[in-house]
């Protein structure tokens, strides 16, 4: 056992954890932050991001010892006091939620992209999302959503 110590949402854990234990496992069994998904296992579909240092990191193919010292971000630490990000209302206020297992990975990425490029085209909001993979319905309100955010934020 290995003892970490990182920073998750912006509150400090520390715990034993095994040499080869994935980010994701700890996130979800250990934390109990199951916003994160467990999907694929492979890195391709996305529903695992989560920010580690602010960037987009994949969880299912990232050790726990990986991100000692760090800050994690889930798309739980997306929400503050009890209200859904920007990010999160538009995404249910589009109608891009379908079953849910992909919107974590998706939400957590638009949250990176907007803060990269505030005001993304179309081609970069495919781009960013790229990554991420749905496979209940297109891309058409995921898109929407985040452009409408976009929009909101040009606008204050």
């Known amino acids: 056992m290995v003892k970490i110590s990182f920073k998750v949402n912006g509150n400090v854990v520390s715990l034993d954890v095994n040499p080869n234990e994935l ?30 240092d602010g960037e987009p990191t ?34 249910i206020e589009e109608g891009a939620v379908q079953c849910g297992y992909c919107i974590p990975g998706f939400v957590v990425m638009s949250e990176y992209l907007l803060k990269e490029k505030p005001t993304p085209t179309e081609e970069e909001i495919k781009e960013y999302l790229r990554g991420n993979l749905c496979r209940c319905t297109g891309y058409i309100n995921i898109i929407k959503a985040v452009k409408k955010v976009a929009e909101l934020r040009t606008q204050s």
Do not use: H, P
């Open 23 to 52: 980010l994701v496992n700890v996130l979800r069994d250990r934390l109990g932050l199951t916003g994160t998904k467990y999907v694929c296992g492979v890195g391709e579909c996305g529903a695992c991001t989560v920010l580690v």
């Open 58 to 91: 994949l969880s299912c193919l990232t050790l726990a010892v990986e991100v000692s010292g760090k800050e994690v971000t889930t798309i739980e630490g997306l929400s503050r006091e009890g209200e859904l990000s920007e990010v999160q209302r538009a995404f």
